[in-house]
């Protein structure tokens, strides 16, 4: 079906401004007639009304759409292909994946779609997108799949299905269906310079879909397990620095003091490789699979220290959806003295991490290492954006405390013959991050 929306939305309170005109010229009563016009309606309110798609997954009147399709709405009507129309609730919406859920009181069951219970559907296999492209209504299209496990850098848990059957605005939250008519995805995004399909789409796959429906109908919310760790990618030149060979795995550059990753031993700088049985080969794999995993579960992770395997047992946490990540950071000075640096490393200027530093760059109270102060915008280190105020809080995976330990350090894997050195970072906030810089 279609889903409509309306809201309410306040009017421009600024007047529309009348464009200079040459005195005299014709122009100037269509001028005056259509901004007199514009202006009439300040600081009022007018309803907006928005079009797209959704399908049925539950005879009772359990319907699926984009969170996009529905968000601020103040009505949500479902049109149904027989000319039938109901008032739509929302049951719950998950923004990080784009699903929403509504609810409808049909006075006879619908027809229900269900969502394929296979993840084999491969790049080559036809699919079919049903939806409302523009308004028309319901229109089918038809194509392959293009792609799988695609990030396009809408949110944590990107794994779209890439298609090349015509999507258009309106189709969104509409079905794609595979060939045995069941829900392989959900329709939400499209490239398009133009606005129009260009045959590049890309739908929230059913493994993804149905666990977020699932839980949106059960507790009107997600409740997705959580970790406790910050990771990052692994590029080639901090496999290197680590000893661990090709890059693979999700490196763990912090770790939350009241999570469940600490409690089970796992350490910056350690790299995941595989959590509960499933391979990560690239970092942005851990999330996902550490969300849909049941909370409270006790896990198998494998993880890279020192180079070595080890296995370890985490039991998920909960993850708080509403969590804001807070520093202790203190106030800048305006008068504090800049600190001198002692030596350069790296195309670094380091300095100790003293009282002056902290007020100069509003380090956070808690963080411990060596302040750089300059950086060589030349150097390797500009080039992965180091920036005046980070802290080096370890070097190859030993703690730092003074400019002289650094260079000591990076002397050290210059005499083994290391071509990088691997140095964990934070930013004055805290937040951290493991860089590799090339040692000249």
């Not at 929306?5 to 529309?16: A, D, H, I, L, M």
């Not at 049925?56 to 399709?69: E, K, L, M, P, R």
């Not at 350090?409 to 210059?414: H, I, N, P, S």
Request: without cysteine.
């Amino acid at each position: 079906m279609n889903i409509s929306t309306s809201q309410q939305v306040v009017g421009n309170n600024r007047p529309v401004p009348l464009p200079k005109v040459p005195e005299g010229s014709p122009f100037q009563e269509f001028f005056d007639e259509f901004f007199d016009n514009q202006n009439r309606g300040e600081g009022g309110s007018r309803k907006v009304q928005s079009l797209g798609s959704g399908f049925v997954v539950d005879a009772s009147g359990i319907i699926v759409t984009n969170n996009h399709v529905i968000e601020d709405a103040d009505e949500i009507i479902a049109n149904f292909n027989d000319g039938s129309k109901l008032t739509a609730e929302l049951i719950g919406r998950d923004e990080k994946t784009d699903i929403a859920v509504l609810r409808v009181k049909p006075d006879k069951p619908l027809t229900a779609v269900k969502f394929s219970e296979t993840e084999q559907i491969r790049v080559g296999d036809w699919v079919m997108a049903i939806g409302n492209p523009f308004g028309l209504g319901g229109t089918v299209t038809v194509g392959i799949v293009s792609a799988r496990n695609r990030d396009i850098n809408s949110g944590p848990y990107d794994n779209y299905i890439q298609t090349d059957a015509a999507i258009n605005r309106g189709n969104s939250g509409g079905p794609l269906f595979d060939m045995n008519g069941a829900v392989v995805g959900v329709n939400t995004a499209i490239i398009s310079p133009s606005g129009g399909s260009i045959g590049i789409g890309f739908a929230v796959p059913s493994e993804i879909a149905r666990g977020v429906v699932n839980q949106l109908v059960e507790f009107g919310e997600t409740r997705r397990g959580w970790l406790g760790v910050n990771i990052q990618q692994v590029t080639d030149e901090l496999a290197e620095s680590l000893g661990i060979g090709a890059a693979r795995g999700a490196l763990v550059a912090g770790v939350a003091d009241d999570g469940p990753a600490k409690a089970a031993g796992i350490r910056p700088g350690d790299v995941i490789v595989s959590f509960d049985g499933q391979p990560i080969t690239q970092m942005r794999e851990l999330p996902r699979i550490v969300a849909t995993t049941d909370i409270g579960k006790a896990v198998d992770v494998t993880v890279l220290r020192q180079g070595a395997e080890e296995k370890l047992q985490v039991t998920l946490g909960r993850l708080d959806e509403t969590q804001a990540a807070q520093a202790d950071t203190t106030v800048e000075e305006p008068d504090a003295p800049a600190p001198k640096p002692m030596e350069k490393v790296l195309g670094l200027s380091l300095s100790v991490l003293d009282d002056a530093a902290r007020q100069q760059f509003s380090i956070g109270a808690d963080i411990r290492g060596v302040v750089v102060t300059a950086v060589d915008p030349n150097s390797p280190a500009a080039e992965k954006r180091v920036t005046a105020g980070d802290t080096i809080v370890e070097v190859a995976q030993e703690a730092v405390s003074t400019p002289e330990d650094v260079a000591s350090a990076v002397a050290e894997l210059k005499k083994i013959d290391r071509r990088s050195a691997l140095l964990l970072i934070a930013n004055p906030q805290g937040e951290l991050r493991f860089v590799a810089l090339r040692i000249d």
